[in-house]
């Protein structure tokens, strides 16, 4: 790798307000550098270490408002877009839950074990009913196994309010563009578009697997159920395709909507409300890793109250995946929450200086 060609590829990653500014000087100080016996590869990581810092702290920009509203607009994307990514991922790496004891599984009467009748049912499958009608009761959850059902519904809410803001957020994004004057208007709404066409895609898929799905069988006794009508091997394998698109659609959404926004021209005030939906989402994705850490620590820890008593214990199909996810999972909220500070920092120069 020559001096030249790892300088250009070095200078690429700055902004170009940066390259026009001070590419020039740059060059010469890294030819004199490299006389000195500097290699190639230390002033290519030296640039692009000032190209980070360059990236996230704008000192020099020009007090320009396109510069600073393109800043803004990206800065927005970093907070948001992390929890398009994980967030889902979140729901996804609990599985499904299950109660056990010592008599066997535990069923309950509610949306949550939390407060709800928690009723044995022995592995043998036969019981008693009680004076009431009723299975008899299992023990209590465990203190700590509550604690994570709980975190549970926390994050199931936190979801879904988050999806509402950004929903919200993705709706006045589409509006500002629509109403800008820019020669890219019809280009950046169809990317700005991709999370719409990829939830008719997922209805599409549905609807159609639904169409195909049997509904009618016939029943034998010691014999499998025989479907009538439909076409089960086609049902199963919309089912893989809606899995599929749904997951695709899902990630390729992410990068249309990056791309709308790195390209949007859109009015201030649609920045300023762009700005609250970004210190928004990653309050409420800070909210959501809270509430993951808090639901795994109790799974982890109703092992040893139960090891002490006879309790009901809940367990998830994949809680394995615990430790690897809030790892990933701390990564994408200390990314949001640098996106949602360096919005408002760059809100704050546009709207005192210049609008």
């Not at 290699?39 to 007090?63: E, H, N, S, W, Y």
């Not at 089912?239 to 249309?256: D, F, K, P, T």
């Amino acid at each position: 790798m020559t001096r030249a060609f790892a300088v250009e590829a070095a200078l690429r990653c700055y902004p170009t307000w940066w390259q026009v500014r001070y590419g020039d000087e740059v060059r010469s100080v890294a030819d004199d550098l490299g006389t000195e016996g500097r290699t190639a590869k230390r002033l290519a990581f030296d640039l692009v270490r000032g190209a980070i810092r360059v990236r996230t702290g704008p000192q020099g920009m020009p007090k320009v408002y396109r510069l600073w509203a393109k800043r803004t607009r990206l800065s927005i994307a970093v907070a948001t877009l992390p929890w398009m990514l994980g967030a889902p991922f979140v729901v996804m790496a609990m599985g499904s839950s299950s109660l056990h004891s010592l008599g066997g599984k535990v069923i309950y009467d509610g949306f949550t074990p939390v407060g709800s009748r928690l009723q044995l049912l022995p592995t043998s499958g036969h019981y008693p009913l009680n004076h009431s009608g009723f299975p008899p009761l299992a023990p209590p959850l465990t203190v700590a196994g509550s604690i994570a059902a709980c975190a549970v519904l926390g994050i199931a809410v936190l979801f879904f309010v988050t999806l509402i803001v950004l929903a919200i957020g993705w709706s006045r994004l589409t509006t500002g563009i629509r109403h800008s004057s820019s020669s890219q208007r019809r280009n950046v709404m169809l990317l700005a578009w991709a999370p719409g066409f990829a939830l008719l895609a997922d209805i599409g898929v549905f609807v159609t697997q639904t169409l195909v799905r049997p509904s009618v069988y016939r029943l034998s006794t010691g014999a499998p159920a025989v479907p009538l009508n439909g076409n089960p091997a086609a049902a199963h394998a919309l089912g893989v395709v809606l899995a599929i698109v749904a997951i695709v659609g899902w990630l390729v959404s992410i990068l249309c909507v990056a791309a709308a926004a790195k390209q949007a021209e859109i009015a201030p005030s649609d920045l300023r409300f762009g700005r609250t939906v970004s210190t928004t989402v990653a309050a409420l994705f800070a909210l959501l890793v809270a509430a993951y850490t808090m639901w795994g620590i109790g799974l982890i820890m109703q092992a040893r109250q139960a090891a002490r008593g006879t309790f009901t214990t809940i367990t998830y199909s994949s809680q394995g995946l615990w430790l690897p996810m809030i790892l990933l999972l701390f990564v994408l909220v200390a990314l949001s929450a640098l996106g949602a500070r360096a919005a408002v920092r760059s809100w704050k120069v546009i709207s005192l200086e210049l609008i």
